[in-house]
């Protein structure tokens, strides 16, 4: 079993920054990478940034390039996402996801993801 638990949201103005945190624990040793997908009512959940965990590779979605800034510490089997230059259709609930135990999956899928935290809300205003 894995915990993940996020922290760091909060209602910001445009142009803005925060720091989303999001701690594992439990299966720690076998995480693979883990992400941050993001929702807001009526529509899907939908991929935002991925960072693997043995090598560190990162990918974000387009609207965030630039902006957002993955990053992990194996150490503390936490990772954090960095958001910059906010904007008001930033605003979503975060969640943060991990893969274990394989390296066949598709990142941009929620379904592929094994475990999820309880989410965080973000809300950046004009």
């Known amino acids: 079993q894995m915990q993940l638990v996020e922290s760091g949201g909060g209602s910001v103005q445009a142009g803005t920054s925060l720091r989303l945190s999001c701690a594992a624990s439990?299966?720690?040793?076998?995480?693979?990478?883990m992400s941050w997908f993001r929702q807001v009512p009526g529509k899907e959940r939908d991929f935002v940034a991925t960072i693997t965990f043995t090598r560190g590779k990162t990918y974000y979605t387009e609207s965030v390039k630039g902006r957002f800034t993955i990053s992990r510490d194996n150490a503390k089997s936490t990772v954090y996402l960095q958001m910059n230059s906010l904007k008001p259709e930033d605003t979503a609930i975060y969640y943060c996801?991990?893969?274990?135990?394989?390296?066949?999956?598709?990142?941009?899928?929620?379904?592929?993801?094994?475990?999820w935290g309880q989410g965080t809300q973000v809300t950046v205003s004009s």
């Open positions: 996801a991990a893969v274990i135990d394989t390296t066949y999956y598709n990142r941009y899928r929620p379904s592929d993801y094994n475990y």
């Open positions: 439990g299966r720690t040793a076998s995480i693979t990478a």
